[in-house]
């Protein structure tokens, strides 16, 4: 099998009548490894995952994903969101939110399917809440079963976008061991702003910023990734800017570094 699980080579990349937002992206994703993405807002993240599931197309380059073209391979890849809106109006459980990721052209799910949905449930540790109505639960019970949603269709990948945006240090603690659970058998990437949080599992580090540039890891990662956008700054968490426009650009203008160096310190000791 080959041990190259994501290749991309010379992307670029621009929306439409805008300017270049990736150049000359390059990098390559083992199985099995943890990869996180950092960056300053508006570097160009978001496009590199969507570019990832085959949602975009480059303008150049070639992206392979199990050595396929993403949009042969969506099947493949777990997309892990911020966060999701679900209307409260209707009575989604944890259990059905979880199933809906197996998608089922006539929407019937089998017996297996269920079991499915069971497991990733277990697997995420949300069992105590399987019944529980969605606006019941909290920042970090609603993000692990955003991930056994992506868990349940037994995708090869996950992106995860932002886990830590909507939960506690406490929180993201549990969050953190289930990544690196997770990490025996997926392959994982994920965007944060939150290098503290990420600095006990990760196997490399990307920094997006128009190009792509690999930071070497060492015991002052974070603090040099957070040096690097300035130490005065603070990163906004993505569930804070409401609109796009204005507000989105008023973000870029001003990128705030939290203070999430010191909370993974502390994670650490
Ligand atoms: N659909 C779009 N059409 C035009 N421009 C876009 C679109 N989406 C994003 N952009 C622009 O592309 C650039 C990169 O955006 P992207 O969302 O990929 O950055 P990001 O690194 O994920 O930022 P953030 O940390 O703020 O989420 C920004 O200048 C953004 O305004």
Do not use: W
């Amino acid at each position: 099998m080959n041990d190259i699980h994501i290749e991309v080579q010379r992307v670029s990349f621009s929306y439409e009548q805008s300017h270049e937002v990736l150049r000359d992206v390059e990098f390559a994703v083992r199985r099995n490894e943890v990869v996180t993405i950092v960056g300053p807002n508006g570097g160009g993240k978001t496009t590199l995952l969507r570019l990832l599931l085959g949602l975009l197309n480059p303008d150049s380059g070639t992206i392979l994903v199990n050595s396929k073209k993403p949009s042969d391979q969506r099947g493949v890849i777990g997309y892990v969101p911020q966060h999701m809106h679900f209307d409260r109006r209707f009575p989604m459980t944890v259990f059905d939110v979880v199933l809906s990721g197996l998608i089922k052209p006539f929407g019937f799910y089998s017996k297996r399917d269920r079991i499915k949905a069971e497991r990733s449930i277990e697997d995420v540790g949300l069992s105590s809440v399987r019944n529980n109505h969605i606006s019941r639960l909290s920042g970090g019970q609603m993000q692990r079963m955003l991930i056994a949603r992506a868990l349940v269709s037994e995708k090869e990948i996950l992106l995860l976008d932002e886990p830590t945006a909507s939960i506690d240090p406490a929180v993201g603690i549990r969050l953190n061991s289930l990544i690196k659970e997770l990490s025996a058998q997926h392959t994982i990437l994920l965007v944060t702003h939150d290098t503290g949080f990420v600095a006990n599992i990760t196997d490399r580090v990307f920094c997006v910023n128009g190009t792509l540039v690999e930071h070497p890891i060492d015991a002052n990662f974070s603090e040099i990734i957070a040096a690097s956008y300035g130490r005065e700054n603070r990163i906004v968490r993505h569930d804070m800017v409401l609109s796009d426009g204005p507000a989105r650009r008023h973000r870029h203008t001003r990128m705030h570094r939290r203070n999430s160096v010191l909370r993974g310190e502390e994670n650490k000791g």
